[in-house]
């Protein structure tokens, strides 16, 4: 009942930047996490970048210093700022977010919520 959308994504030169978007929707009763994947053709699914609900974040080794992940003033947003993109950078890039949502009015449960991925290709 909770769902991602995503946007962002496009055709870019090495070098270049962009900014994805993941926002949820839905009987939302918290986030704890957010985070952004990735998966090219023939390899495996990544985390590239994750935040909490207090602000930590993590980051894949491979996009550190280049990537900034962060949240949103609306707080069911969550933003990935990529720059100084490479070819490797080039994969479907798919939000995720984990929390308790309310199925009907006087309970909460877990959730974990995938979008449909944005494609960020990275070429001259």
């Known amino acids: 009942q909770v769902h991602l959308v995503e946007s962002g994504g496009g055709l870019v030169q090495p070098g270049g930047s962009l900014r994805l978007s993941c926002t949820a929707s839905?009987?939302?009763?918290?986030?704890?996490?957010m985070g952004w994947y990735r998966q090219a053709p023939g390899k495996e699914r990544e985390l590239v970048a994750r935040?909490?609900?207090?602000?930590?974040?993590i980051y894949t080794d491979s996009v550190k210093g280049r990537f900034i992940i962060s949240r949103g003033n609306a707080k069911n947003t969550v933003y990935l700022q990529m720059n100084s993109l490479k070819p490797d950078d080039k994969a479907l890039y798919s939000c995720n977010i984990e929390g308790r949502r309310w199925p009907y009015s006087g309970m909460h449960i877990p959730f974990s919520s995938w979008g449909q991925g944005t494609q960020v290709t990275v070429s001259s």
């Open positions: 839905g009987n939302i009763f918290s986030i704890v996490v």
């Open positions: 935040i909490t609900n207090s602000g930590l974040t």
